[in-house]
């Protein structure tokens, strides 16, 4: 059974610092492996997707990593506003299932 | 253009009742699936259907059924409503080139 994990499971920092969001999972056979964001109330919106096949992905001040060997994914957001605070899920596919971390809940102070 | 919308948004009802949650996607993904975020925002796979056939049933209580009329729709129905089935339901789509996209999701509340 697939386990995701997300380290920490809250962060604060100041605007303009770099955010670095870890996750792992268990089960290295994954298909593809999503970030995605949600705000409080509000639906999921996709952040990165990366195939297993690859490495990383990037998008403006986003970029995600992935080992899957090791089963870790890290995702960077560079100079942080006030607007990225909102909880960062990892999400992994496996056998048609999506299973997703606990998320890190971001708070970018101003 | 949403490309999964659910309907209702907010679903407030009394213990007892039956309720339908409404799904549907115009992205031409042929999985669908039922996901539930609990109140401690965990979000975990319930069913799945691949082209209106079911693939994925986890433990979930026979009082959930989903039904799939055809590959754009995923509805899902909950006879005799516990207070324990108040949660976030979202509805998802799969294509394995461009990933999932998720529905706004369906707040119920059972009272």
């Known amino acids: 059974k697939q386990e995701v994990t997300q380290i920490p499971a809250a962060l604060s920092v100041p605007e303009g610092e770099n955010l670095v969001l870890n996750c792992s999972f268990t089960d290295s056979a994954i298909y593809n492996l999503q970030w995605f964001r949600q705000d409080p109330g509000k639906g999921l919106t996709s952040l990165l997707l990366i195939q297993s096949s690859q490495r990383e992905q990037t998008s403006g001040r986003l970029n995600a990593s992935l080992d899957k060997s090791s089963g870790r994914s890290t995702l960077y957001i560079a100079a942080s506003q006030p607007g990225d605070s909102a909880t960062y899920l990892c999400a992994v596919t496996n056998d048609y299932k999506l299973s997703f971390g606990a998320g890190t809940t971001v708070t970018v102070r101003a | ?111």
């Open chain 2, 1 to 111: 253009d949403t490309a999964v919308s659910q309907t209702p948004k907010y679903l407030v009802t009394q213990m007892g009742n039956d309720k339908s949650i409404k799904c549907e996607q115009n992205l031409g993904h042929d999985t669908m699936y039922w996901y539930k975020q609990d109140s401690k925002k965990f979000l975990k796979i319930m069913f799945s259907y691949n082209n209106k056939e079911l693939i994925i049933n986890e433990t979930v209580p026979n009082r959930f059924s989903p039904k799939s009329p055809d590959k754009a729709h995923l509805n899902l129905h909950i006879n005799s409503l516990e207070l324990g089935d108040s949660a976030v339901y979202f509805c998802a789509s799969h294509n394995p080139g461009t990933g999932w996209n998720f529905g706004q999701g369906t707040r119920l509340t059972v009272v």
